[in-house]
């Protein structure tokens, strides 16, 4: 039985959704045969691609946490995956901006007054 025009059609997009050559249609199998083994060469293909994507973005998640290594600690750290302790006891003075600028023209006032 050969394909109607429109099953022809039907296979032609089936084939270029998925990327696959035209030439695995083949006009002496009916419509329902060719569907089964365009959709065997997609499940294998689809499994192929996913070991392969799966080894690509470990390594690529390994570069990029030895090229980040502060941004992926963030982004660790928003996501719940990470808890910090505090190292030492905690410091009660912080830095004062204005007290260091006051403290420095002090320090420029009693060299002029010297």
């Given amino acids: 039985m050969t394909l109607s025009i429109l ?8 084939c270029d959704k998925y990327g696959i050559d035209y030439q695995e249609v083949d006009s002496s ?5 060719n569907k089964e ?6 499940q294998m293909l689809m499994r ?5 994507e799966m080894e690509r973005m470990a390594e690529l998640q390994k570069q990029y946490i030895k ?3 502060i941004l992926h600690y ?3 750290q928003m996501a719940g995956e990470t808890t910090s302790t505090d190292i030492g006891p905690h410091m009660e003075e912080h830095f004062s901006l204005r007290g260091w600028v006051n ?10 007054t010297a």
């Fill in 37 to 42: 083994h365009l959709r065997g060469l997609v």
């Fill in 48 to 52: 192929s691609l996913d070991t392969f």
């Fill in 7 to 14: 099953q022809l059609r039907h296979l032609k997009r089936y």
């Fill in 74 to 76: 963030l982004a660790c």
């Fill in 103 to 112: 403290g420095r023209n002090n320090k420029a006032l009693q060299k002029v």
């Fill in 67 to 69: 090229e980040h290594p």
């Fill in 29 to 33: 199998l009916t419509y329902h045969e």
